[in-house]
């Protein structure tokens, strides 16, 4: 789904928040930073057949 900053307000309204402008830029600067991390996701091949991992263990610096 793509958010333009011009379909925020609708945005909001259709799931019942209501953000003041002065926020807008900065939402949208989020979004557009979280929509890069999203394409790296999808852009990770896993096969099928990949076990899913039971639980989340981050690693060690």
């Known amino acids: 789904m793509k958010i333009e900053q011009k379909n925020l307000p ?12 002065t926020y807008h ?12 991390y999203a394409s ?9 057949h990949e076990e899913p991992a039971s639980v989340y263990e981050p690693s060690q610096p």
Do not use: A, R
Request: glycine share 6%.
């Open 10 to 21: 609708l945005f909001f309204s259709n799931i019942g928040l209501k953000v003041p402008d």
């Open 40 to 48: 790296l996701i999808d852009s990770f091949n896993l096969s099928d």
């Open 25 to 36: 830029s900065g939402i949208m600067e989020n979004v557009h930073v979280l929509s890069n």
